[in-house]
């Protein structure tokens, strides 16, 4: 494995090994124990989009493992605007840094940019592309809460058009045999193309309008956001919006175990009452970020996690 | 018989190349996907709409002391996957070849994908569709991961 552009480039092996390395970081990850795995290496940050979560959570990670990291910054004072290519970008920094993780608006450019690298490249989201990283912290905890990923019933709801975590979610969750419900308004439909590749997977694929109506049978319930700036006008938005919302009234008859995610920032999709039910994970989520982050890069540097790592321990 | 008597609609050509069994109307992409529409120093015969055998109808395209490369040919396979061509030297056949895809199609096409990366022609690494599949043919930009329109494809050449 070269780097991560999508799930694709990981098999199901790879990711629970994976996993399994980010559970036994999470003493690292918590500041409870210094293990600089990664002294000497450098992370470059290029992010050519806003991020507030993922290029956090990706520097958080380097530097709990003592490596170091490097910012493109704000694209706006970069040779970027300037009129330099991805590819004269991709040059310079891959001789700057060991890694690369990058988020880009053009969806592509991190395949692009793999094949312009030395060295390896996570991507962070190019457009309405994928986002692995951010599947492998959903992933991680989906893992924690349920100790599986095989066989659960996953309802996918809001933007599943332009929401890039749920495409390279929901090709990961098929490939461990997962049912998925897709409901979203039906301007913000899962892309054809990705409905066809679940189902070439042998995916049990449902797509609804329905959010609530199918909450009680959900594992998981994934919450996104859904723009205003996807709709023609703020009435049809606030009619759709409305549909996709979660109260903690909602969920008084679902499974004792279901979780609700979401991969922030949210908006209205999850009302506060929620934050206080056993199922939310959101908050337990974004803190998952750093730990499935610090896994992926030791995996794409080939430095070994210690098959024991003790809290507390100096 | 039907298929001797289209050959004759034009004269035959001394030396350069024909390619037979274009699916009808397809000739004139056939020219573009070429380059040979905008090339006046050879002289190219189309024949449109004639019976044939094979394919109800299809179009014939002779172009004349010039004989196309196999990567030239396998531009076809966007229009014309199952065209036949013969390379034609002193009025005779000397070669035939068949169009072939393979499994990747590198700077003939770019990706119709309007938010992909490769829509800055000034980056410089190659335009690559992966060829998902062949009958029916469909095509994947190998970055962006797009599925590719054919009929829009076909205005995008490189």
């Given amino acids: 494995m070269k780097g991560l552009i999508t799930m694709d480039d990981l098999t199901n092996e790879d990711i629970l090994s994976i996993l399994d390395d980010a559970s036994r970081l999470l003493p690292v990850a918590r500041g409870e124990t210094y293990l600089p795995l990664l002294e000497g290496k450098i992370l470059g940050n290029l992010f050519f989009e806003p991020s507030t979560r993922t290029r956090m959570s990706f520097e958080t990670a380097m530097k709990r493992l003592g490596g170091d990291v490097v910012n493109l910054g704000d694209v706006k004072t970069s040779s970027v605007v300037k009129g330099e290519t991805l590819f004269d970008t991709i040059q310079m920094v891959d001789g700057y840094t060991d890694i690369i993780a990058m988020r880009h608006p053009r969806q592509g450019a991190a395949r692009y940019a793999q094949d312009a690298a030395r060295v390896p490249i996570l991507n962070g989201g190019d457009g309405a592309g994928h986002h692995p990283t951010q599947t492998m912290l959903d992933l991680f905890t989906i893992l924690q809460s349920h100790g599986t990923l095989e066989g659960l019933t996953v309802v996918l709801a809001g933007d599943l058009r332009y929401g890039r975590t749920v495409h390279s979610l929901s090709h990961a969750l098929v490939r461990f045999g997962c049912k998925l419900i897709l409901s979203s308004p039906d301007l913000l439909r899962m892309p054809p193309e990705i409905i066809a590749d679940l189902r070439e997977h042998g995916a049990d694929v449902i797509e609804t309008e329905d959010l609530l109506g199918n909450i009680n049978d959900a594992d998981v319930v994934y919450m996104t956001r859904i723009q205003k700036e996807r709709f023609a006008d703020e009435d049809e938005y606030t009619k759709v919006a409305g549909a996709y919302k979660l109260h903690a009234r909602d969920v008084a008859n679902v499974k004792a175990e279901m979780i609700i995610m979401h991969p922030l920032p949210r908006v209205d999709e999850i009302h506060p009452s929620v934050d206080s039910t056993r199922h939310a994970r959101y908050f337990e989520q974004a803190f998952n970020g750093v730990v499935a982050r610090m896994a992926l890069l030791c995996r794409l540097l080939n430095i070994e996690v210690p098959a024991e790592i003790h809290g507390g321990e100096a | ?158």
């Fill in chain 2, 1 to 158: 018989m039907a298929d001797e008597h289209n050959m004759r609609r034009v004269t035959a050509i001394r030396n350069g190349t024909v390619i037979d069994h274009i699916p009808s109307g397809q000739s004139l992409k056939v020219l573009e996907l070429l380059n040979i529409a905008r090339d006046t120093s050879v002289p190219v015969s189309l024949v449109m709409n004639v019976p044939s055998k094979k394919m109800g109808s299809k179009d014939i395209v002779k172009v004349e002391d010039r004989e196309l490369t196999q990567t030239e040919l396998d531009r076809l396979a966007l229009v014309a996957p199952d065209s036949s061509i013969a390379i034609i030297r002193a009025y005779t056949v000397a070669e035939k070849l068949e169009v072939n895809l393979g499994n990747e199609v590198r700077n003939v096409v770019q990706c119709t994908f309007s938010n992909c990366i490769t829509q800055n022609l000034r980056e410089p690494l190659a335009h690559r569709l992966r060829v998902t599949s062949t009958d029916p043919l469909t095509l994947r930009c190998h970055y962006c991961q797009r599925p590719q329109d054919l009929d829009e494809l076909i205005h995008n050449l490189l």
